[in-house]
């Protein structure tokens, strides 16, 4: 392997101290303009790079961000990661993404990897069993500011950046009212988040005067559990005339089990779902779905990131608004 090109190689090379050297790179007004045409040269011919770790260590100010999400493999994700990286990049930093795999244990290690590398803040979307953050707030609690997204602790104080996620819920059970349907499944995801309770207790509430509706509520942590309730549901007498879904994930467990089955959407069977957007787009009709927009979140989060580094102490609790995408299955 090559030898890495140091500030004292460089030094060497031209015989002039490292301080010059250094100094030369940076374009300082000290230094003529001679001698640094020779240093720029010659640390392009020899491939110099700062060490940036090294640096980092020595000035505590690092350029990057850390990033935690319990998978990648998610098209909210995809478009939350996308948001954040363009707006880092556009500001001079760098992202580190880590995946937790929903594991706490795998969590903290992440998040211990961020405090090693000196990151300049953290973003973290927690497991679905995070129940202690206070490793998060020590963090916080030493000027590196940290923003829970997405999936945040219940009743912690601290900086989370959500989507509207009562908003949305309620806005689809509204739709269903709307559209007349009195059989309805809807399917949520795992009780324990914050981000289910919220959408599920707006769901109900608005079902609570609308005696004439049936309405079967199940649990789905995942795309597989989504397809094996809509299987059991649509396969008895009385089946359902729409299914709500309260993420991409579970939509698409969904979609395979009434594609298996050849139920006729929006004829036989209405759906609607809360999403990214990408999804929905994917089947024929297009999915009507409640936008929840990972790029719209990660530009807000990375907002408030840039707020508490320039000083903003108070704690925020933000909100991206639901917007209702009207496709053909209902």
Same mark, same amino acid.
């Given at each position: 392997?090559?030898?890495?090109?140091? !500030?004292?190689?460089?030094?060497?090379? !031209?015989?002039?101290?490292?301080?010059? &050297?250094?100094?030369?790179?940076?374009?300082?007004?000290?230094?003529?303009?001679?001698?640094?045409?020779? &240093?720029?040269?010659?640390?392009?011919?020899?491939?110099?790079?700062?060490? $940036?770790?090294?640096?980092?260590?020595?000035?505590?100010?690092?350029?990057?961000?850390?990033?935690?999400?319990?998978?990648?493999?998610?098209?909210?994700?995809?478009?939350?990661?996308?948001?954040?990286?363009?707006?880092?990049?556009?500001?001079?930093?760098?992202?580190?993404?880590?995946?937790?795999?929903?594991?706490?244990?795998?969590?903290?290690?992440? %998040?211990? !990897?961020?405090?090693? @590398?000196? &990151?300049?803040?953290?973003?973290?979307?927690?497991?679905? #069993?995070?129940?202690?953050?206070?490793?998060?707030?020590?963090?916080?609690?030493?000027?590196?500011?940290?923003? $829970?997204?997405?999936?945040?602790?219940?009743? /912690?104080?601290?900086?989370?950046?959500?989507?509207?996620?009562?908003?949305?819920?309620?806005? *689809?059970?509204?739709?269903? &009212? %709307?559209?007349?349907?009195?059989?309805?499944?809807?399917?949520?995801?795992?009780?324990?988040? @914050?981000?289910?309770?919220?959408?599920? *207790?707006?769901?109900?509430?608005?079902? /609570?005067? #609308?005696?004439?509706?049936?309405?079967?509520?199940?649990? *789905?942590?995942?795309?597989?559990?989504?397809?094996?309730?809509?299987?059991?549901?649509?396969?008895?007498?009385?089946?359902?005339?729409?299914? $709500?879904?309260?993420?991409? #994930?579970?939509?698409?467990?969904?979609?395979?089990?009434?594609?298996? %089955?050849?139920?006729?959407?929006?004829? #036989?069977?209405?759906?609607?779902?809360?999403?990214?957007? $990408?999804?929905?787009?994917?089947?024929?009709?297009?999915?009507?779905?409640?936008?929840?927009?990972?790029?719209?979140?990660?530009? %807000?989060?990375?907002?408030?990131?840039?707020?508490?580094?320039?000083?903003? @102490?108070?704690?925020?609790?933000?909100?991206?608004?639901?917007? !209702?995408?009207?496709?053909?299955?209902?």
């Amino acid at each position: 392997m090559k030898p890495n090109t140091t !500030l004292k190689k460089l030094s060497e090379t !031209l015989g002039i101290s490292i301080s010059t &050297v250094s100094r030369a790179l940076k374009d300082h007004p000290d230094i003529s303009k001679t001698t640094k045409e020779k &240093v720029w040269e010659l640390s392009n011919m020899m491939e110099y790079e700062p060490n $940036f770790y090294a640096i980092n260590l020595r000035t505590n100010n690092s350029k990057t961000f850390g990033l935690i999400v319990p998978v990648i493999s998610n098209y909210f994700y995809d478009s939350l990661i996308a948001s954040l990286e363009e707006e880092a990049r556009t500001h001079n930093y760098s992202l580190i993404i880590l995946q937790s795999g929903d594991d706490p244990a795998i969590e903290l290690a992440n %998040l211990k !990897l961020c405090r090693q @590398s000196r &990151v300049a803040g953290v973003f973290v979307s927690v497991t679905t #069993e995070t129940k202690d953050i206070s490793a998060f707030l020590k963090l916080a609690e030493n000027d590196i500011p940290v923003i $829970f997204l997405d999936k945040v602790p219940n009743n /912690e104080t601290c900086n989370k950046i959500c989507m509207a996620d009562a908003e949305a819920a309620k806005m *689809a059970a509204e739709t269903l &009212v %709307l559209k007349k349907k009195k059989r309805i499944l809807a399917l949520f995801g795992n009780a324990k988040m @914050s981000i289910t309770q919220e959408r599920l *207790a707006a769901f109900k509430s608005c079902f /609570e005067k #609308e005696k004439s509706i049936k309405l079967n509520i199940k649990e *789905a942590n995942n795309p597989n559990d989504a397809y094996k309730a809509t299987l059991e549901a649509c396969t008895v007498k009385t089946k359902p005339d729409a299914i $709500f879904c309260m993420s991409d #994930e579970i939509l698409t467990g969904v979609m395979k089990a009434i594609q298996q %089955l050849k139920i006729s959407i929006p004829t #036989e069977l209405g759906v609607i779902a809360i999403s990214n957007g $990408f999804i929905p787009q994917l089947y024929y009709p297009e999915i009507t779905y409640i936008e929840t927009s990972g790029f719209k979140l990660g530009k %807000l989060a990375y907002t408030r990131m840039m707020a508490c580094m320039a000083g903003s @102490s108070f704690i925020q609790n933000l909100k991206v608004d639901a917007i !209702l995408v009207n496709g053909g299955s209902l």
